[in-house]
Each structure stands twice: as structure tokens, then as C-alpha cells.
């Protein structure tokens, strides 16, 4: 069941809501027990079968995590504790190996043998990377004594409660079940109104910014599958406007997920906190999918920088310690765990070379971004005109490869996101609607195809003032979550003010009616738009 669909917005929600406020009025177990059903229900939706899948490996999990809390309490079995983390781990993997990246397998023994190896269509069940990962995050916490006590309801709950089972936040076990515990399942009039408005919020995004974009890069990418030559306005058109696609997209998933919790009393972690706005790739990172960057950092990258280092301590090599760290220190400690970590993230979003690479391409990019904030220079206080001039650089240079990595994470294959990169950088002409180059006398630039014909001045200039006004809406405005920040309508959310370009007085939602105006004409304009089935992009991981 999808968020921006007539049945989950105008049936399921306020059915669960319902459910959940007039058994929370009796007693707070019905209401969780009821928020688990919906929960089940939610899921099954789509398609019932999920549940013979998803089902058991929940029931497996319960049983590997209750194991290792009795484990854990028992210190003289460290090695049996870690020989059931690595069976729980390994079984969570095994499983989402198989329907995620079997078929993958399959071309890559092709590819390398020469051979037609065929296997039959294997049916990715919903969100099984993102609940693939929350299990083992939960296996390994309880492993690590982080997790001392838990119930089957509160398993359930961790594990199914809808607004992030399918596509996240990533959340830790210790950070949701006990909001569980101390909900009120009472009606509260300024949280509901908060969650309306931040669901409203994404809701607009999703379905008027991100599908409006949509439509105007998805017939540049199938012209660049079909094989044919993308030119600069073009390649640089869908380049940017996937870019903007995927960020509206993202946001605007958070904000209903995050919209949706609220209703229930619950905070989810920040998850998008403007990542376009990022001076670094670093930084980036730290924007964009935060829960996954966290999952990653702490059970992938640590790990490993953390036995290399120990390796290295044990033969006396030197050690990564800031500014005055030799270089093979750098590249063994940071740089080496990095390329896995990236790796792993490239194969987490998709099982194709092109997620490969679009993974191995963010590695190298913040390897660069590492050694030029290890070796780089440094201003002497970090302010004045130069340090400002440095991160409107850093911005520029961030900005221009997200862009470019995000050809990859877009095109069908690779011979097509060469085709759309060669754009990128004019190898196919530069390619302007014939009126336009007519206009400006310069007939040489056109003409801009596609695949029923030339591309119509008119169309052009949607897609140009589609891709300008969202970037200044991604640029210059502040995010949902900073607007609704006085309500905590999430966890951690940054103290930055919420001003316009960074200037003026901050905006603060305020339950008025100004604002109650503004946000109905939002949902208003979203609900006309709801005329066909759009999934969320991160929905098919």
C-alpha cells in the first residue's frame, strides 16, 4: 500500500488512527496489539505472499535474538554468543542475497563464462533490504548487551510498526520500543495537527514536485536506453532533475513516514536533512539517509578500520592520528574500509554494476574528501572571506558530483549512462529545440530529439523552469522537519533555524489559521494529482 494512494490516505490511516485512539482509551496493550495487526495488514496489502517470506524470517529472528539474550547475560560463553550472532547475521544475509541478488549473480557468471545462464524471476519482497538491516542491527545490540530485555510485542512492534517498515528510517531498537511504552494513546490536538502538516508536507513533494520532475527525465534516460545520443541541455536536463527527482522523492517519503508516526506518538529518527545543501561529501553523507549511514559506519566501517588498526598496533606500524598520519596509515585504516563500506551501500540500493559503481564512485569520493581534510590546507581561524568562499566551493564541487554519480544511480545499464555521461560532457552536440536555436540565430545547436520526434520548445521550457524552481526550493527554503521543529516531530533534529537562503527571521509552524490555509491547499493540490500508481523510489530496495 503506498503513501500517496486514495486507499492509505483515505481509508487505512484514519482507520489505524481510529483503531488505535478508541482502544487506547480502554487500554494501551489493545492499542499496540491493534497497531501490530494494522501493521500486518499494511504489508500483506500489496501482496499477500510477502508475508510467507517476511513471516518466518521474523519468527527465526525472535528465536536468534532470544538466544543471544540469554547468552548475553551468561559471560562464560563469549564465543557461543559470537557463533549465534555470526548464524543470525549470516542467515539475515543469506536470505536477502537470494531474492535481491540472485539474478545478479546469474549475469555476472554469464558475463564471465560467455554462457546464457537463466534463472526464473525471483519476486523482491517490500522493504527486505531496509528489514534485513534493522534485524541485524537489533541481533548484533543484543549481542552487544545494549538490548537487555525485550517482549514478543515489543519485537513486533520494532519490527512491523508500518510507517517504517518499508523504507525506513533504519531505526535501533532502544531509540522506538520505549516511546512504545510510554505512549498515552490519547488524542492530543497539537501533535495531530503537526503530523497532518508534515504529511501534507510530503505528500506535496512526492506527488506535485517529484513526479512533476519525473516526467521530464524519464524520456531522456529511455532515449539514452534505446541508444541514442543525449546531448549537453539534455544530459545535463536529466541529470539534474533526477537529482532533484530522488531528493523530492526521499523527502518527501520521510515526511509522511515521519507525519505518520507522529499520529501515534512516535518519533522516528532524522533520516534527510537537505542534503543538496552540503559543502562536502562528508557532509553529504551525514544528510542524506543518515539512518543508513549510521548502520553503515557502525557495523561495517568501524568494524573494520577497528581490526586493521588493531593489526597494525600489533606489528608497530603507525597508527591514523589527524594531520601527522603517513599516508599508508591512511590508506589502510580510513581509506580501505571506506571502498568496502561504499561497496556494500552500491549493493545495498541495487543489484547491477551501475549501483556497484555508483557505490565504489562515492567511496572514491570521499576518499578524496578525507585526504583533502587530512593533507589540505587550512585557513588560520576558519572564517572571513576565504573560509566563505571555501564552502561556496565545497557546495559547487559537491553538488556538481552528486549530479554526475547520480547518471548511474538512474540509467537502465551502463552502455546507457556512458551515453547520458558522454552529454554530460558535450561529445553529442549541445542540442536545443529548433525554435530556441532559430531565436538565438544559432542553428548549430539543435536539434533536440526523443524518441516520437524533436522535443517541443514548450516542453523544454517546463522541464528548464521545473528543474530551476526545485532547486531553489531545495537550495534556498528551509526543510519540513526544521519548520515543525518546535513540535519534535523527529529524533535529533539539528538546531539550525529555519530561515529563508539562510537570512531573515525563522519560520515556525504554528497550528493557525494562516498556516492551516496554506497546508490545505498543498494537500489539495497533491490529492488532484493522485491519478495513477507512483511508487517511491527507495520503495525497491
Known sequence: MLFNSYEFILAFLPAAIAGFLLFGMTSRTLALAWLIVASIFFYAWWRPFNLLIIGPSVIVNFIFARILLRLA?????????????????????????????????VTIASDLTGGNFVLEQII??????????????FLVDVAGRRVETFTTRDFLLFVLFFPQLIAGPI???????????????????????????????????????????????????????????VTLVQAWLAA???????????SGYTDMACGAALFFGIRLPLNFDSPLKASSIIDFWLRWHVTLTRFLTAYIYNPIALALSRRRAARGQSMLSGRGSTVSAFFHVLAGPILVTMLVSGAWHGAGYTFILWG????????VNHLWRQYGPRSADG?????????????????????????LFRAADLASAVNVMKGLVGLHGV??????????????????MQLDGEVHMRTFAIAAAYVVGLLVIALFLPNSLQVISKYEPALRIPKRPPKLAGVGPPIYWRPTL??????????ALAMMQLTGKSEFLYWQF
Not at 124 to 137: E, N, R, V, Y
Not at 184 to 200: D, H, S
Request: glycine share 6%; aromatic share 16%.
Open 73 to 105: 547475560r551468561d559471560e562464560s560463553q563469549p564465543r557461543l554468543r559470537a557463533f549465534v550472532l555470526a548464524l543470525g547475521i549470516l542467515f539475515n544475509v543469506a536470505l536477502l542475497s537470494y531474492f535481491k541478488y540472485a539474478n545478479f549473480a
Open 124 to 137: 523482491l519482497p517490500l522493504g527486505i533490504s531496509f528489514i534485513t538491516f534493522q534485524k541485524i542491527a
Open 171 to 229: 531505526v535501533h531498537f532502544r531509540e522506538i520500543v520505549p516511546q512504545f511504552h510510554q505512549a498515552t494513546c490519547r488524542f492530543n490536538a497539537e501533535m495531530f495537527a503537526a503530523a497532518l502538516t508534515l504529511f501534507c508536507f510530503g505528500l506535496f513533494k512526492k506527488v506535485v514536485l517529484a513526479d512533476g520532475v519525473a516526467q521530464y527525465v524519464s524520456p531522456v534516460f529511455a532515449f539514452a536506453a534505446a541508444g541514442e545520443p
Open 240 to 250: 539534474v532533475g533526477f537529482t532533484l527527482q530522488i531528493y523530492f522523492d526521499f
Open 360 to 367: 565504489l564512485l562515492h567511496g572514491f569520493y570521499l576518499i
Open 383 to 407: 572564517k572571513g572571506a576565504g573560509a566563505h568562499f571555501a564552502s561556496l566551493t565545497g557546495f559547487a564541487l559537491t553538488f556538481l558530483l552528486v549530479v554526475c554519480g547520480m547518471v
Open 431 to 448: 542540442g536545443l529545440p529548433s525554435r530556441l536555436a532559430e531565436i538565438l540565430r544559432m542553428p548549430s545547436l539543435a536539434p533536440m
Open 514 to 523: 494562516p498556516w492551516m490555509v496554506l497546508i490545505a491547499v498543498l494537500a
